[in-house]
């Protein structure tokens, strides 16, 4: 069975600090991962994803994810955050099958202070 | 519509009542998903309907729990003789195509408490 670990429930940081959200995975099958982002009052949205190819993918707003095998790691990064992204992050992965539903973690909590 | 649409956005009942949540998947969209987030918890998959075929309810928590779906449009979850357990975000998602099915898109979620 899969599962998702977000090591960090919730993480403060000052603005432009960088910022690294831990996502791990568990899986027997190859894996499609997923992050997800949850605005104050909206919707989950997709921030980025891996499907193959490059294990290094990039946001539009600048975060920026590896995909690490060896590690079953997808850990989520950005060099300098603004307040804007202060969110809710939730790591998912998918075995692609007939189903392709997401297992979710927890979730992390990012809070951005001036 | 331009996005997965939810009703209602909040929904209050009494412990013992029944409720039914309503979800409009993005147009052309065969695959819709429900899913429920419980408070300081990671979401949970309930049901997964694909086009026409038998939907894949195995992640439903109890027979208090079914939805359905007209062809691959609106689907209504509906609880029945709800509990306070089960108070949480209901979240429905809709994703299109065998490869592109893997990018879900979500609606903002109906939040239900119940009392």
């Known amino acids: 069975a899969q599962s998702v670990t977000q090591l960090d429930s919730q993480v403060p940081v000052f603005e432009e600090a960088p910022v690294e959200l831990r996502c791990n995975y568990s899986s027997s099958v190859s894996v499609y991962l997923f992050w997800y982002v949850q605005y104050p009052n909206q919707g989950l949205q997709l921030l980025l994803k891996y499907l193959s190819g490059s294990t290094l993918v990039e946001s539009i707003n600048g975060f920026e994810a590896e995909f690490n095998k060896s590690q079953t790691s997808f850990h989520l990064r950005k060099p300098s955050v603004h307040i804007s992204d202060t969110a809710e992050y939730f790591c998912?992965?998918?075995?692609?099958?007939?189903?392709?539903?997401?297992?979710f973690g927890k979730g992390t909590k990012l809070s951005v202070k001036p | 519509g331009a996005g997965v649409s939810q009703s209602p956005s909040n929904k209050v009942t009494e412990k013992g009542k029944d409720v039914e949540l309503r979800c409009d998947p993005i147009?052309?969209?065969?695959?819709l998903y429900w899913y429920r987030q419980r408070l300081g918890q990671g979401l949970e998959f309930l049901i997964y309907?694909?086009?026409?075929?038998?939907?894949?309810k195995s992640g439903l928590p109890s027979d208090r729990f079914s939805a359905e779906r007209t062809g691959e449009s609106v689907s209504t979850l509906t609880i029945q003789r709800t509990q306070q357990e089960d108070s949480a975000v209901y979240l429905c998602?809709?994703?299109?195509?065998?490869?592109?099915?893997?990018?879900?898109?979500f609606g903002p979620g109906t939040r239900l408490t119940v009392l």
């Open positions: 309907f694909q086009g026409n075929s038998a939907p894949d």
């Open positions: 998912a992965v998918s075995d692609g099958g007939s189903q392709g539903n997401l297992i």
């Open positions: 147009s052309g969209h065969t695959a």
């Open positions: 998602a809709s994703s299109s195509g065998r490869v592109l099915r893997l990018e879900q898109f």
